[in-house]
């Protein structure tokens, strides 16, 4: 019987970086880019013979940003996918791109090849919060860029959006979501500014050049900007996702779900239901160790069955539909509603869970302090 399978497609390559990022990516490398293209393509066929007997479901092409990418390539890319896998014929096929790295010739490109989803970075409309991001595009660039990938035939679009930025408003969120909206996007991403440690963006707050939002404030705006994507249509199906009708990246849901998934390119993740392993991250060593043996694995991890227990209550409960406990019964032989009574209780008398027809479901309060949730329902 053929499984199941996704496939993730990793392209480090940045123009700049931006201040919060502490992704695998790296800016000024672009004289690497046909090495990386070639081994890519390598590690792409050499794992193809272990994997004739799954269907390719969905193909996610993310970075870094794989709209720099050089004329033809993500054609290549996906025509080297489809002549070494079974990809199924209504198969998910996003990539993630710039606003203003996006023209109608790539868009054109990306569209007859066979990528049927685009998911565009604005993060924030304001020139001020722009900057402070070291973003490159400016709303315009959005507006055009959205434009020209509809004036070649995408209907699946989503817009990244950033919350909780230092000095942002409420009444810019409102603006940004009615932008979006308006420009007939499906599905918006919405993420918290997360410091991490390293980043330009951390540094300043670190050395008080900058004031992140006070906890109320981002608590308060989070709380707002769900509300306001259900008026607008959009359902949440993930702590920071929100799609409309039918419109969920089938990508990130299968992941969420646990479906096995492939990983290419420097840095790369992958999980065959079994094991978890990892590319190296560095650019330069990946296409060292692709070129000696076509294999990049620097890390490999045998799941057991705790750690398929903790990552389905983790990934769950990330979702709007949250954990099945006959499922956790059944399948890691764990009665968490037994063993978690006083904790599971406690965070459903306070309201941060749902305890329905034997699944449970984090809230919307819930949401803002899953991590400690996660760890007294694992721990």
């Not at 979006?180 to 410091?195: A, D, R, W």
């Not at 969920?248 to 096995?260: I, L, S, Y």
Request: charged letters at 20%; proline letters at 2%; a positive charge.
């Amino acid at each position: 019987m053929k499984k199941e399978l996704g496939l993730y497609v990793h392209i480090p390559f940045c123009k700049s970086k931006c201040a919060y990022c502490n992704f695998n990516s790296y800016a000024n490398k672009f004289s690497l880019m046909n090495d990386y293209l070639v081994c890519l393509l390598n590690e792409i066929k050499h794992y193809s013979k272990d994997y004739k007997n799954n269907y390719i479901t969905t193909i996610y092409i993310g970075g870094g940003t794989p709209s720099t990418l050089t004329s033809g390539a993500v054609n290549t890319i996906i025509s080297t996918i489809k002549q070494n896998y079974n990809v199924t014929k209504n198969c998910e096929i996003s990539i993630e791109a710039n606003p203003n790295s996006i023209t109608y010739d790539n868009a054109l490109e990306w569209n007859r090849c066979g990528v049927n989803r685009v998911s565009v970075g604005l993060q924030t409309t304001k020139p001020n919060l722009l900057k402070l991001l070291n973003r490159t595009h400016t709303k315009q660039d959005y507006i055009n860029a959205i434009n020209t990938l509809k004036s070649v035939g995408f209907t699946n679009i989503n817009t990244d959006l950033m919350i909780c930025l230092p000095t942002q408003k409420q009444s810019q969120i409102k603006s940004a979501i009615n932008l979006v909206n308006k420009l007939g996007c499906t599905h918006i991403s919405t993420y918290s500014l997360i410091l991490e440690e390293g980043t330009p963006l951390y540094e300043k707050v670190k050395n008080n050049q900058i004031k992140p939002l006070k906890e109320s404030k981002s608590v308060s705006m989070y709380k707002y900007t769900i509300k306001y994507l259900r008026k607008c249509g959009f359902k949440q199906y993930e702590v920071s996702n929100f799609a409309k009708n039918g419109m969920c990246c089938k990508h990130n849901v299968n992941c969420w779900n646990m479906v096995p998934y492939l990983g290419f390119g420097a840095g790369a993740h992958s999980f065959n239901g079994k094991q978890r392993y990892s590319n190296v991250c560095g650019i330069e060593d990946y296409i060292s160790k692709i070129n000696k043996d076509y294999v990049a694995v620097e890390t490999s991890e045998i799941c057991t069955n705790k750690s398929l227990f903790e990552e389905y209550v983790m990934l769950g409960l990330r979702k709007t539909n949250g954990i099945n406990l006959s499922y956790i019964l059944k399948n890691y032989n764990i009665d968490l509603l037994n063993t978690k009574n006083k904790e599971i209780n406690f965070y459903i008398k306070n309201n941060y869970l749902i305890l329905e027809n034997n699944k449970l479901y984090a809230t919307i309060d819930g949401f803002l302090i899953l991590n400690k949730i996660i760890l007294d329902l694992v721990c």
